[in-house]
């Protein structure tokens, strides 16, 4: 503010300048009268410095909205954030997240599976190298086992969440879909 004042004081001594220079004598009384300001100490440059530290303007309601809670894009969000991928087990009855397993059958699956280690712990040994690959057999399971792997038998029957192929989904799957045509359109 200080500064466009001091800007329009030097514009005005220009002008008066350029009028009683320039311009005749005679017409001097048609101009307006030149203004001799006297340069206080008021107006002075550092006369706002008290002000140097204070806001002189408003800020608009977005950017105090962006302050106080934040952008979700730029990652400064501060609420807290409804998460949508929360699904029911409905075997087990509990929440879990999409692509996490629910606590109780992930339970399961890690007590199976130190039961599988503790079995092929027993089968290497101790201070022994695993140097072959391991097929998991259970109760009243058969299969034919080339030499290049080791057997681990366990004695109790395969649980229906542990696929033979873990790459599968299920243990018995049957696909018996047909492609079914719409029929009564006209």
């Not at 057997?151 to 879909?177: C, D, I, M, Y």
Request: glycine share 4%; proline share 6%; charged share 30%.
């Amino acid at each position: 503010m200080n500064v466009i004042r001091s800007i329009g004081i030097r514009l005005d001594q220009c002008i008066d300048t350029l009028v009683f220079r320039f311009l005749q004598p005679q017409l001097i009384p048609l101009c307006a009268a030149p203004a001799n300001r006297q340069v206080n100490d008021m107006d002075n440059w550092l006369n706002p410095s008290i002000l140097w530290n204070t806001p002189r303007r408003r800020r608009n309601v977005e950017a105090r909205n962006s302050r106080r809670i934040g952008h979700l894009e730029w990652g400064t969000y501060k609420l807290p954030r409804l998460n949508k991928n929360i699904r029911v087990d409905h075997k087990t009855g509990e929440y879990f997240e999409l692509g996490k397993l629910a606590p109780l059958t992930y339970k399961k699956i890690m007590e199976e599976t130190k039961l599988i280690q503790e079995k092929m712990a027993e089968s290497f040994g101790t201070g022994k190298p695993k140097d072959k690959d391991v097929v998991v057999l259970y109760k009243g399971e058969e299969r034919q086992v080339p030499d290049s792997y080791r057997v681990v038998e366990v004695e109790h029957e395969r649980p229906a969440f542990f696929s033979e192929n873990l790459l599968q989904k299920n243990k018995n799957v049957t696909t018996t879909s047909q492609t079914v045509k719409p029929s009564g359109l006209v």
